[in-house]
């Protein structure tokens, strides 16, 4: 099922993940297709990126378009043309969304649909049966999810639930092929984080995410949970940091044993005229790049970078046209992808934390343009 191939004497690993829809080679970055379509891109064109797993979310799908169309599809695979490996999110995280109003009690949690404001109860159960009928190949679990900021009791509280919450979804699943994974809660308590993982382990489950992250806490807190959580889950299992999608923080959480990640924030980015290279991050719509016939990136091979200029793109986005969004979220697709292809390429190497300092103050820089 998960396989490690190479480990950095950083702690980081190569491995692959194998699912009923193929193998997926980590570190891996998933794009992020909620409503099922990963946002200005065909599928052939994600594909095309190289990308083997994205993640959608399967509470979301479940209000609309239901269940029921998805099935008489033939599931989730056929609905979107999508053959390859598919992560299911299970609509946990909205219980933090203003617009879904979640209220968390021992069953489940209590959502209004903000397509039609009807009510409906997210139980680990319904949560699990959700994901079985979607047919996804990856599934989550129902965690507790508590705002950052909140005190010790409500993270152990929250940590204590998203455990028995775990245990009640791998009771209900009913699905041989599809993979479970549990996710550990803790906010940024170290001791409550490893007391999450302990006993999710010993539940056990075919892989570990770790929640509650990237949404506020600073930088290195981060790196020492993510530290302590990999020393705890077993060697054998993925294990996915839920949410990260800043490409420097990847690097780190690489370094800390994370294997695989998601994240709308390259394709966001993108649809708000951000471009990431490996010389800084460009905002394409800023008024230096009217005149500049470059490429995004000298060194990119990506359909936008071998096709078109800076000031065609810069173009597009003033005039407000999708294809300029679509040529963008292109490439910081595709520089995910490289950055992903390099880091395991150092890791082979054994050079991981060579490469981490050649990069991260490279990538998280920013060009000096005439506004």
Known sequence: MFEV??????GAR??????????????AFMPVATNGSVKTLSFD????????????NA??????????VIEAAGGLHKFMGWDKTVFTDSGGFQMLSPEFLGKTSEKGVLFRSPIDRSRHMLTPEACIDIQNRLGSDVAMVLDDLVPFGSDRDALSAAASRTTRWAGRCKEANRSDGQLLFAITQGGTDLALRRRSAEALVDIGFDGYAIGGLSIGEPKDVMSQILREQARVLPEDRPRYLMGLGSPT??????????DIFDSTFPTRNARHNGAYTFKGYLNISRGGFKNDTAPIEDSCKCYACKNHSRAYIHHLLRSREQTGKSLMTIHNLYFMQRLMALTKEAI???RLLEFKEEVSGQISSKYQVKV
């Open 14 to 27: 190569i491995g692959q993940l194998h699912t009923a829809s193929g193998v997926v080679e980590t570190p």
């Open 249 to 258: 923080e990847i690097i780190d959480a690489i370094t800390s044993g994370m």
């Open 59 to 68: 509470f979301v799908l479940y209000l609309r378009p239901g269940l029921e």
């Open 348 to 350: 082979r190497e054994e």
């Open 45 to 56: 064109t994600v594909a095309g990126l190289g990308f083997e797993a994205l993640i959608s």
């Open 5 to 10: 191939t190479h480990v950095d004497p950083s």
